[in-house]
Nanobody
């Protein structure tokens, strides 16, 4: 499986961005698709995830109510809609995949940079 993330950019605080993660190579029906981010000088952290074959989603407390993760099976793409962005959301965002029973993400896409200015 290959993951290709896109959609990052610069936005002012309060603005919105939508990240996309296109998957190719094999079916992802038993996978969890996740978004993680890494801010400068900080460790990578979980942002959100969605079950590829179901409706289960999970969010970090810091983004609940502002971010929405979704997937489009027909397009083999996972999205992260980010609203009410703050400078604290500035980071490189990564999409990743893991088997449903796994603790760690094992498949990673390249990151896409999101910069939020105050």
């Amino acid at each position: 499986v290959q993951l290709q993330a896109s959609g990052g950019g610069w936005v002012q605080a309060g603005g919105s961005l939508r990240l996309s993660c296109a998957a190719s190579g094999r079916t992802l029906s038993s996978y969890v698709m996740g978004w993680l981010r890494q801010a400068p000088g900080k460790e990578r952290e979980f942002v959100a995830s969605v079950l590829w074959s179901g409706v289960g989603t999970a969010y970090a407390d810091s983004v609940k109510g502002r971010f929405t993760v979704s997937r489009d099976k027909a397009k083999n793409t996972v999205y992260l809609q980010m609203n009410s962005l703050t400078p604290e959301d500035t980071a490189v965002y990564f999409c990743a995949a893991k088997w449903r029973g796994s603790a760690e993400y094992s498949i990673w896409g390249q990151g896409t940079l999101v910069t939020v200015s105050s």
